[in-house]
């Protein structure tokens, strides 16, 4: 099973999106692991991306041998800014 390692700033992250729209760790997590897609953001960075309410939630992370390591987490309402409707990274099958 795969790892997920929590930097500081992530979990900082989480309990402020707590406070706001009841983002849960284990919601995170679970998107962690079963993203509605996956996109490429800076560097070596991915961003593990689901439909939440009326926009997206997008989960910073890199891949550290066996584990994802969540760098941030946000909400944001700009579904069209984010999502790719053609270039899927993750083509896994749900």
């Known amino acids: 099973m795969m790892k997920i390692v929590w930097t500081s700033h992530a979990e900082e992250r989480q309990k402020e999106w707590w406070k706001k729209l009841g983002i849960t760790r284990e919601e995170v997590e679970k998107?962690?692991?079963?993203p509605e897609q996956t996109v490429s953001g800076d560097r070596d960075v991915l961003i593990a991306q689901g439909r939440r309410g009326k926009g997206l939630l997008r989960v910073a992370?890199?891949?550290v041998e066996e584990s994802r390591?969540?760098?941030t987490i946000y909400w944001t309402s700009k579904i069209e800014k984010y999502w790719k409707k053609e270039e899927q990274v993750n083509e896994d099958p749900v």
Not at 31 to 34: E, S
Request: proline share 0%; no cysteine; charged share 30%.
């Open 31 to 34: 998107l962690l692991m079963k």
């Open 61 to 63: 992370f890199v891949e």
């Open 69 to 71: 390591k969540v760098l």
